[in-house]
């Protein structure tokens, strides 16, 4: 069997958000070389030192550029350390790449092992789980992935929010078990009381009551 082919880290996974910054920064040094050169050309001709000058002009602005990279990148480190925003997420360059060539069920295994090193990742459980319900048809793996999730405790409201109601499409859907969908609804009700998801899971709950829980005469069972 041949050997897998070592997977390369893009500039994403080695410097998270600032890698559109260190990207616009060489755009900005190149774009700034091409004026520099065309500006002096249509004045003066072109002469052999409008190369050095446009070089000279482009690398000042690219390092300006990437100083300011370099900042933005360290003020992501602060923030991911202190807690005072949200951290940045991972990307998962390589199980990508794997769903966009279609290799859905060697992206399933890079997920698990992920998930079995990183017991505290919640994206992974997250985009695991999309994976399994969305392309695969594993929607019990699917709820078990969630149900971890929830579980974690660093998880966000955000999170826990879009989690329950990902849940409970799958309960009232290809689970088919809409007591379920029922407990997940009111548990976000009592967790974020006065909240627009609690206003959104009552609506939910009495829809789902209506729907699935009323008997012949139109009351509501217990």
């Known amino acids: 069997m041949a050997e897998r082919a ?18 616009r920064a060489w755009a900005y040094g190149a774009m700034v070389f091409g004026l520099v050169v065309a500006a002096f050309t249509l004045r003066v001709g072109f002469k052999w030192w409008t190369i050095p000058v446009g070089l000279a002009a482009g690398a000042a602005t690219g390092t300006l550029g990437l100083f300011m990279a370099q900042t933005v990148g360290n003020t992501w480190r602060h923030i991911a350390v202190d807690g005072s925003s949200t951290p940045y997420t991972e990307q998962y360059s390589q199980q990508q790449a794997l769903v966009m060539q279609g290799k859905l069920d060697e992206a399933l295994v890079s997920f698990e092992l992920v998930i079995k ?19 695969k048809g594993n929607h019990r793996r699917a709820a078990e992935l969630f149900r971890e999730a929830q579980r974690i405790p660093s998880i966000a409201q955000g999170q826990d929010v879009y989690i329950a109601h ?22 976000l009700i009592e967790r974020y009381p006065g909240s627009a998801a609690a206003d959104r899971a009552r609506d939910a709950l009495a829809t789902l009551k209506a729907r699935h829980f009323a008997d012949a005469d139109g009351h509501l069972s217990s």
């Not at 990183?118 to 994976?131: F, T, Y």
């Not at 309960?171 to 548990?187: I, S």
Request: no cysteine; aromatic share 10%; glycine share 6%.
């Open 6 to 23: 070592e997977y390369k880290r893009t500039l994403f996974d080695r410097h998270g958000p600032a890698a559109w910054d260190y990207i």
């Open 117 to 135: 090193e990183k017991p505290e990742s919640i994206d992974a459980r997250v985009r695991a789980a999309e994976l399994y319900s969305r392309d």
């Open 166 to 187: 990902r849940l409970v499409d799958l309960f009232t859907g290809p689970l088919n078990e809409p007591g379920r969908a029922l407990v997940e609804l009111r548990r």
